[in-house]
């Protein structure tokens, strides 16, 4: 070979080589989820950005051990759920590490000890667990408060009430609807400190270790990674100055805001993006979902006309059986069961199986009331267009189909209006919808009352407009 066709190879292969060091020195990406309501570990600050304890030492630790991840901000409970399902990779949220989740999950080394705290309304009487009986007691589910608190119910007699949120689980406290909340002290402390209408009337119980946690007997490399980087962070200090800038400052040097953002027009002015976002997948699940759903439903309707016997069985088998179900249940069960069950790594993202909940469920009612709309139509009309020689299914698309979906338009709109506000539903397996917008909002500056006021009415006006499209369909059809 001539000196420049080796000089050519060599350059290719060192090009190659580059390449080939640069593909496996890549950083490799976990899907990590968190908590969406548990400040200061975890929560949304100004323009939707995620901050917190957890949040900072997870990043300062990926950044030492050279690793990528995808946050997803979920509730606690389908973290856990979504964990045990494979759907991500790890839970870093102020996980207790106890005996009964070490049985279903691998957990590291602690990366902070808290314990249990009572807190009650302000103007409460109550300061000891004895004057509980009788009276009901609000939890987090799946958190060591609760735990706790179950496991002193028997003893002191009182009630228990389960929120997914920290959020709701105050705000009953405060309104008087619960006598008391159990809570890990840290977030308890930041929560009053920062305009929560509570009090701490209890010592701290059942102290207990947080960690970062993965499914048993997978993601061992992740667990080493996390256990390695704590390590380090705590070597050097940056774990100290993580800690000591949550738990030592004030919710607005964090979040940005002032008493001028708290106002309604404020609020509304800092969240109208994120506002915006969540409005938009609102948008973007209802019209998919019932495009699909009607299609699934006119299937149904015209399935359920058919004569014979098979049409109509599997029609109603179909309305029935997700019609009956709760959509909650469903989700989950899409989301979560479903993939459990043929495991091999097998995943659906969150928007597609919050997609197919929809239509399905809303395909069965739609199903429903097409199959009713259909022999809603005088039965002598099929009869006249089979007597005129019009085979069966030509009579239905150009008799009885014209006919019935006029008298189900009405039904139609409704069935949109119903999908809309449905789609809040599905923020218990992750899509950050609008309701659960608001909910990350509460989460960072607890002005419950004025977002829920600002979600409502958005979410009056969409239907106020659907309503005049209803009636102004109906009008020119009559």
């Known amino acids: 070979m001539k000196k420049w066709q080796v000089a050519v190879v060599m350059l290719l292969a060192a090009i190659g080589s580059w390449f080939a060091i640069g593909s496996n020195a890549q950083a490799k990406t976990y899907t990590i989820a968190t908590d969406t309501t ?9 323009g939707g950005k995620y901050k917190g304890i957890d949040i900072d030492i997870l990043k300062a630790i990926a950044k030492k051990e050279n690793f990528n991840y995808r946050l997803k901000a979920i509730s606690f409970g389908a973290a856990v759920q979504q964990l045990s399902a494979n759907q991500v990779d790890g839970v870093i949220a102020g996980m207790n590490i106890t005996p009964e989740r070490q049985k279903t999950f691998d957990f590291s080394d602690a990366y902070y000890t808290s314990g249990v705290v009572m807190a009650v309304a302000k103007d409460s009487q109550v300061k000891k667990f004895s004057q ?9 589910t799946g958190t060591a408060g609760a735990s706790y608190a179950k496991s002193i119910q028997n003893k002191y007699g009182f009630k228990i009430k389960y929120f997914n949120d920290s959020n709701n689980m105050y705000n009953d406290v405060k309104v008087g609807n619960s006598a008391a909340c159990f809570e890990d002290y840290p977030v308890m402390s930041y929560g009053i400190k920062n305009g929560i209408a509570l009090k701490i009337v209890s010592k701290q119980y059942d102290a207990g270790d947080y960690g970062f946690a993965v499914k048993k007997g997978k993601n061992a490399e992740l667990l080493k990674k996390f ?27 964090l979040t940005g805001e002032t008493a001028k953002s708290r106002t309604f027009v404020g609020l509304f002015t800092q969240n109208l993006g994120t506002i915006g976002t969540g409005l938009w997948m609102t948008l973007e699940l209802t019209v998919i979902s019932i495009i699909l759903a009607t299609i699934m439903g006119v299937a149904l309707g015209v399935l359920g006309v058919m004569p014979g016997k ?16 709760p959509l909650m249940v469903l989700a989950f ?21 919050g997609m197919i909940t929809l239509m399905l469920n809303e395909g069965a009612y739609t199903g429903a009331f097409v199959k009713g709309g259909f022999q809603a139509v005088d039965e002598g009309q099929m009869e006249a267009a089979r007597s005129l020689g019009l085979p069966y299914w ?22 949109f209006i119903i999908t809309l506000k449905d789609t809040s539903i599905l923020s218990v397996i992750g899509i950050v919808e609008l309701t659960q917008t608001g909910t990350l909002i509460i989460a960072r500056n607890f002005e419950g009352f ?8 958005i979410y009056l006006i969409i239907i106020t407009l659907l309503t005049w499209l209803s009636n102004w369909v109906q009008r020119r059809i009559n």
């Open 38 to 46: 548990f400040a200061p570990f975890e929560f949304q600050a100004k």
């Open 132 to 140: 509980l009986k009788g009276k009901t007691v609000a939890l987090k």
């Open 227 to 253: 256990n390695a980087g704590l390590k380090a962070i705590k070597a050097d200090g940056t774990y100290k100055k993580i800690t000591n800038k949550y738990l030592n400052s004030s919710q607005s040097s």
């Open 310 to 325: 098979v049409g109509p069985a599997i029609s109603s088998t179909i309305i029935y059986i997700f019609r009956g179900m």
């Open 333 to 353: 069960f899409i989301y979560i069961g479903f993939p459990d069950l043929i495991g091999h790594g097998f995943k659906i993202p969150a928007f597609i199986a």
């Open 394 to 415: 030509t009579a239905m698309r150009k008799v009885i189909m014209p006919q019935g979906i006029r008298i189900m338009i009405p039904s139609f709109i409704n069935q």
């Open 450 to 457: 004025k977002i829920w006021l600002m979600i409502a009415m």
